[in-house]
Each structure stands twice: as structure tokens, then as C-alpha cells.
């Protein structure tokens, strides 16, 4: 089968789904057919709904580097692919399920996610929503159903910066006064910011987003936003994108800016992406549950497969430079591998809940991820445990986020060639893709450094 004819419709949007999304939506005046890049950045392109059936009826082309920009947006020409190839398309079809209308939009707006193919109707192996498949399928061959759910972090800004370009704390709409406090789970806190946080429950809402209770955190204007479990996988990685970016759609909405980078404040707490995982097998059971809450021999293999894997999926779980500055001790932030029962200071979390709820809660990844990467590694490590029976070691007990462990690397070259180097991720994304992850994060970390600061204008000039 040719990449340049459509692929079998099991999971690609028809035209009969768009129409049938029309019929009970109403007429729109634009259809957005989006990507998520390597950054976990969504791009794509804007239709007008009278080009728009050709999205479902011919596909669209679109450039495979798409798929490896750098944070900036610029494909640096990865192991010969952008200006040495020609930047070649291929050809992209809509995801079934994924048709939703953009309630944020000033006209009526809809929006499709976009899977890409190879020449020979392969799925593209360099897009991060086909590397998450790629681990899937292990599951898949077990009868195994990974049930996941994703916990965001964020902070409010002011949309002006400080004096030296420094972000700031929102000014609180019931106040008039800026935040300044730090008021973990403080109702006063949402109530300020009440009408915005209105919106993102009903984006989320029009979106089929499933989000859930926020709260307020550690910080002066920073928030949390669950997501409820979710048994299809790739549905809740799409929804995990959607919600940062509805998030942040509706903050602009009302005069603020949503930042989910995972150190903004070099003097207050991260933004982390704890990740929440169960498994099922094909008669519905949570093979993690034992009916005790020590849980069962499964669940204490896949935690030693995550603390396995953890060195080698750092360049996941912190993509980027300032990733890394949000690792430091007694913070609630895991500095090393530990594991324990509802002990929040230690990687691997075993949260109190009733038996056949018991799962893990990852809680390495800052919020700055690519959400389909991140679960990626964290379901390879679940299931390269249970396949090699590997054993965690004894559950921590009090504070487990006092030393950092000194294997683990917290330095972003360092981190990429552990990733480069691990043969069990290039068994679960396939060589091709730890090669351009590694490669693009490289030369994004080369890049930033080729800039000179003001800071060491100060210290050295």
C-alpha cells in the first residue's frame, strides 16, 4: 500500500464522520488539522470549511520534520533530514475520535488530531503518538490495558515582566492585589480566579477533555489539573495535550499567561506531571491488586523496571535545560529511585486507595513533557519489570528526598547519553527514534548555550 493512498479506515476519521460531527455541532468556519511536534508542541494547519473535506477524503501533506523541531521551532537539519533531504511531505490522514469544536475561538472553529504514514503506508515511526503505539503493542500481545491518568501543574503569570524580564506572580482579580502567598490547597486562592478556572472546566467540557478538581499548590499562583483515568491510552495522551493547551487558551481569555515550564521561579516549587498507572488484564482485573495493600508481585516488578529504566528516560521525564533545575532535595521532587506507599517524597508513589484501585504514581516528569513520550517510557518500564521479574528493593519510610543519587543524570548531555546508550528504549521507540529525540535535544541544549547572558556579561566582561 502506498503512503499516497488511504490506509484501512479502522482509526482514521471518513468524510461521514465529519459530516455527522457537523450535523450535531453546527456549521463552523474553520477546521484545524493539528500535529504534536517532539516538544509536545501542537502545530498544523487552518482550513476553511470549504477545503475542509479534502482532510477526509485525500489527506494532507505535510513535512515529516514536523515532528523534530526544536523548542524554537526549527529543524537543525537531524541526521541529514530538512535542508539535506529536500524537507520531503508525507501524506496524513484525522484521527477517529478525536473531531472536537475550539470553544475558544472568536468564529466557530473545529479541530482534528493528524497521524502521518510512510511512502509504503506505514505509520511514520518519528511521531511521538506512534511511538506510544509501538509500546502498546506489547501490551496488547499479553492482553494487557494500561489504565493512566495525568496530573498537571502550572503557574498564573502576569502577561508583563519584571523589571529584568523576570516572570510574575497574577494580580488577583477579586484583590486587586498580587499573589504573594503560599497557600497549598487554599480556597480563597480559587475563588480570585474563579471565572477563569469556569472556562477551563468548560473547555475541557466541550473538548471531552475529562479533567477534574483543581487546586491551589505550593506557589503564589500556581494550580493543579487532574485528568480521570482513562483506559485508551493514546485518548488520554491526546487529552493530556489538549489540557495544557486549553489551559493556556483560556488564561490569554482572561488577561494571564499559563506557564507550564518546570522551574519558572528559581526560589519556589516546580511544575510536575505525575503520572498515575493501573493494569488490567483481558477479564477487566487490576493485575497490580493482591487484595492486600502491599500489592501484588506484578506491581512490585514494574516498579523495579521503572527504577531500571530511570537513568535512561531522564531526557524524557526533563526535556529541556531548565527541566533540570527542578530537581533538588526536600522538595517533594525525587532525587533518586526510591519507591514507598503513600509517601510522597519518593519516585515511584503506591497511593492509599481500595485494592482493586491500586496502581503506581510516577512522579519524576515536570509538566513540560511531551505526554505521549513520557507514558512511553514510563508503560517500557512497567513492562520490562514484569517481563524480567526485577525487584525494587524494600519501600521507603519517612523522607526519601534528602541525597541525591549520584547515578541518575540531572545534567541534560549527560541524561541524552544515557538515552542514546540504552538499548532497552531503542528496543521499545526503535533506534530511529532515540537517535532524532537525542539528537534534537542535543543541539537545542548547544544552541541555548551559543547565546551569552547578561549574567556573565556581570560576572566577566
Not at 483560556?250 to 519556589?268: E, L, T, V
Request: charged residues 25%.
Amino acid at each position: 500500500m502506498s503512503g499516497r493512498t488511504k490506509p484501512a479506515e479502522n482509526g482514521i476519521a471518513t468524510l461521514a464522520d465529519w459530516k455527522a460531527f457537523l450535523a450535531e455541532k453546527g456549521p463552523v468556519d474553520y477546521l484545524d488539522a493539528v500535529f504534536v511536534d517532539i516538544c509536545g508542541t501542537i502545530r498544523g494547519k487552518r482550513f476553511p470549511v470549504s477545503e475542509a473535506e479534502k482532510v477526509f477524503t485525500s489527506g494532507i501533506q505535510m513535512p515529516r520534520s514536523i515532528y523534530f523541531l526544536d523548542v524554537t521551532g526549527v529543524n537543525e537539519d537531524i541526521h541529514g533530514m530538512g535542508f539535506s533531504d529536500g524537507d520531503p511531505d508525507s501524506l496524513s490522514w484525522p484521527v477517529k475520535g478525536t473531531l472536537q469544536l475550539v470553544p475558544w475561538a472568536d468564529q466557530p472553529h473545529a479541530q482534528v488530531f493528524m497521524t502521518m504514514f510512510e511512502e509504503d503506508g506505514a505509520p511514520c515511526e518519528l511521531e511521538p503518538r506512534n511511538v506510544l503505539k509501538r509500546v502498546l503493542a506489547r501490551f496488547e500481545e499479553k492482553g494487557w490495558q494500561p489504565v493512566v491518568a495525568a496530573e498537571f501543574e502550572f503557574y498564573l503569570l502576569d502577561p508583563q515582566p519584571g523589571e529584568e524580564g523576570e516572570p510574575q506572580a497574577p494580580i488577583n482579580p477579586e484583590t486587586g492585589e498580587r499573589e504573594y502567598g503560599n497557600e497549598l490547597y487554599g480556597i480563597t486562592e480559587l475563588d480570585g480566579f474563579s471565572a477563569l478556572l469556569k472556562d477551563i472546566d468548560e473547555f475541557a467540557i466541550e473538548q471531552n477533555v475529562p479533567a477534574t478538581a483543581a487546586t491551589a499548590e505550593f506557589a503564589p499562583g500556581q494550580y493543579e489539573i487532574n485528568l480521570r483515568h482513562e483506559a485508551d491510552v493514546l485518548a488520554a495522551a491526546d487529552h493530556a495535550v489538549m489540557l495544557r493547551h486549553l489551559i493556556a487558551a483560556a488564561a490569554r481569555k482572561h488577561g494571564f499567561r499559563a506557564s507550564f515550564m518546570a522551574k519558572p521561579f528559581a526560589d519556589q516549587t516546580g511544575n510536575g506531571c505525575h503520572m498515575h498507572v493501573s493494569l488490567l488484564d483481558r477479564d477487566g482485573r487490576n493485575i497490580f491488586d493482591n487484595g492486600g495493600p502491599e500489592g501484588s508481585q506484578e506491581l512490585l516488578h514494574a516498579i523495579g523496571g521503572l527504577q531500571t529504566l530511570l537513568d535512561q528516560s531522564m531526557a524524557i521525564f526533563a526535556p529541556n535545560l531548565n527541566a533540570y533545575r527542578r530537581f533538588a532535595p526536600n522538595l517533594f521532587v525525587p532525587v533518586n529511585a526510591a519507591w514507598g506507599y503513600n509517601n510522597r517524597s519518593v519516585a515511584f508513589r503506591v497511593p492509599a486507595s481500595e485494592p482493586e484501585a491500586r496502581r503506581i504514581e510516577h512522579r519524576v516528569a515536570g509538566a513540560d513533557i511531551n505526554p505521549y513520550l513520557a507514558l512511553a517510557a514510563i508503560l517500557a518500564g512497567i513492562f520490562h519489570g514484569i517481563e524480567n521479574k526485577l525487584e525494587p528493593g524494600e519501600p521507603a519510610e519517612g523522607n526519601a528526598c534528602e541525597l541525591m543519587d549520584d547515578d541518575i543524570p540531572f545534567y541534560v548531555p549527560s541524561a541524552l547519553k544515557r538515552m542514546r546508550n540504552s538499548a532497552v528504549l531503542r528496543d521499545y521507540f526503535s533506534d530511529a527514534y532515540v537517535d532524532v529525540y537525542t539528537e534534537v535535544k542535543l543541539r537545542e541544549y548547544e544552541k541555548f548555550h551559543s547565546h551569552i547572558s547578561t549574567l556573565e556579561y556581570e560576572w566577566y566582561l
